[in-house]
């Protein structure tokens, strides 16, 4: 059984930092590309990250989170992380992983900046 399962959302204020984790299970978790998407109230989920299989770790990123935001991978546990940093309202969404490939998601953990 394939498994995608996101966590570390929460309520934190403009500027604030949250890491998201996603641990996998039922596939070859270190030959995926995994990748991080998010989805805003009213608006289309949208791509936030990705990172290369096969030990590559080759990293991109939208425009909007370059600079603050980090994905990274641990291949021994199966997960990959999300780092947020200078946190903004605009990214306020549920935040989902993905191995896009094989056609894997999670279920999404929610993630709100506010004052």
């Known amino acids: 059984q394939v498994l995608l399962v996101e966590s570390g959302g929460g309520l934190v204020q403009p500027g604030g930092s949250l890491r998201l984790s996603c641990v996998v299970s039922?596939?070859?978790?270190?030959?995926?590309?995994m990748s991080w998407h998010r989805q805003a109230p009213g608006k289309e989920r949208e791509f936030v990250a990705y990172?290369?299989?096969?030990?590559?770790?080759?990293?991109h990123y939208a425009d909007a989170v370059k600079g603050r935001f980090t994905i990274s991978r641990d291949n021994v546990k199966n997960t990959v992380y999300l780092e947020m940093n200078d946190l903004l309202p605009e990214d306020t969404a549920v935040y989902y992983c993905?191995?896009?490939?094989?056609?894997?998601w999670g279920r999404g953990t929610q993630v709100t900046v506010s004052s």
């Open positions: 993905a191995a896009l490939q094989p056609g894997y």
């Open positions: 039922g596939f070859t978790f270190r030959n995926q590309r």
């Open positions: 990172i290369a299989g096969f030990d590559d770790k080759t990293t």
